[in-house]
């Protein structure tokens, strides 16, 4: 099982970044996707989700208007549009994979950093 953040970077705020989580090795249509992060010293905290179809997303209340999670089941790929970034969205971005329909497995990629600073 393998999930694998890309496309972190250095942004200036206001700039706008894609992360991707390209999954393998699990059936990616019967998991919910979540992305998470964390900044140092504080909790991984929950960013975004989608569920397994993709039929429903939430978000926390700090990205509303300005993140987008989305999930390519044919790619086997869960992204986060990010855009107007603040540096308060600086930290560790990971995607979590959790089984659907009462599945009790879930899985963790490894994280990919986003600093935003001017």
């Known amino acids: 099982v393998q999930l694998v953040e890309s496309g972190g970077g250095s942004v200036q705020p206001g700039g706008s970044l894609t992360l991707s989580c390209a999954a393998s090795?699990?059936?990616?249509?019967?998991?919910?996707m979540s992305w998470y992060r964390q900044s140092p010293g504080k909790e991984r905290t929950l960013v975004a989700s989608i569920s397994f179809v993709g039929g429903r997303t939430n978000y926390v209340d700090s990205v509303k208007g300005r993140f987008t999670i989305s999930r390519d089941n044919a790619e086997n790929t869960v992204y986060l549009q990010m855009n107007s970034l603040k540096p308060e969205d600086t930290a560790v971005y990971y995607c979590k994979a959790d089984q659907a329909m009462g599945g009790s497995r879930y899985y963790w990629g490894q994280g990919t950093q986003v600093t935003v600073s001017s």
């Open positions: 090795g699990f059936t990616f249509s019967s998991y919910h």
